[in-house]
């Protein structure tokens, strides 16, 4: 008898996992990294990273932005004199 009704449980949970990957298609990162808040999300082709690093850097002479295509990404990079930088990069 228990091996009655415990025989599909298995076969349950190989199905359960087997749906779960499906169902968290997109993946997305937070962390810090010397001294920057990093995050990053994936979803099927789709990309975007954000930096942000508050002062403590060298401070800057001048405040500058820069904005490029790396392949089919948009990147925008932005400094300011008291040591902040920015960094996003979006790619579709």
């Known amino acids: ?5 415990f025989s599909g449980l298995p076969v349950a949970l190989i199905v359960a996992a087997a749906a779960s990957p499906a169902v968290a298609d997109d993946r997305s990162q937070k962390y810090r990294s010397n001294g920057c808040e990093v995050e990053r999300k994936a979803d099927g082709f789709k990309y975007e990273s954000k930096v942000e690093c508050k002062g ?3 401070a800057r ?8 295509r790396q392949g089919p ?7 300011k ?5 920015k960094e996003e990069v979006k790619c579709d």
Not at 1 to 5: H, P
Not at 61 to 68: D, I, S, T, V
Not at 81 to 85: A, I, L, P
């Open 81 to 85: 004199k008291d040591g902040e930088y």
């Open 73 to 79: 990404c948009l990147v925008k990079r932005e400094w």
């Open 1 to 5: 008898m228990f091996l009655r009704v």
């Open 61 to 68: 002479f001048r405040e500058a932005k820069e904005e490029f």
């Open 56 to 58: 403590g850097g060298p």
